[in-house]
């Protein structure tokens, strides 16, 4: 698995997921769902765990009649996770302070009709 920094250089996109799953060549869920997505890593060494995975949603749209459908958007999907950051004591730099954050993380994507604002004077 790549790392997140990897990925954005990275020329994945919706139309190679969609051309990929229609010649077989790709069998795993998040890339034949209707808004099909990868996982990167998201590497931090002053956290714990230092490795999480993230998802990325490879299409803006949704995948319907085998095509990027804009009339649909696809987003991420989240779940909280606890993590333990740990930064230098200022008083002795031989020393740590940790502490505990919950923090959210992209697990998936799913596929959305847009959201629309109406203004009311």
Not at 59 to 76: A, E, I, K
Not at 96 to 104: H, Q
Request: aromatic letters at 8%.
């Amino acid at each position: 698995m790549r790392t997140c920094d990897q990925l954005k250089e990275s020329r994945d996109t919706c139309e190679q997921a969609v051309d990929d799953v229609l010649k077989g060549e790709k069998n795993e869920t998040n890339l034949r769902s209707l808004s099909p997505w990868e996982y990167c890593i998201d590497r931090d060494v002053g956290r714990f765990p230092t490795d999480i995975s993230i998802a990325r949603c490879l299409c803006q749209g949704c995948v319907t009649d085998q095509s990027n459908n804009m009339d649909y958007n696809s987003v991420p999907v989240c779940g909280q996770m606890m993590v333990l950051w740990r930064k230098k004591c200022p008083q002795n730099p031989d020393k740590y302070v940790v502490r505990k954050y919950f923090i959210s993380v992209p697990v998936g994507c799913t596929c959305v009709r847009p959201g629309y604002t109406s203004s009311h004077k």
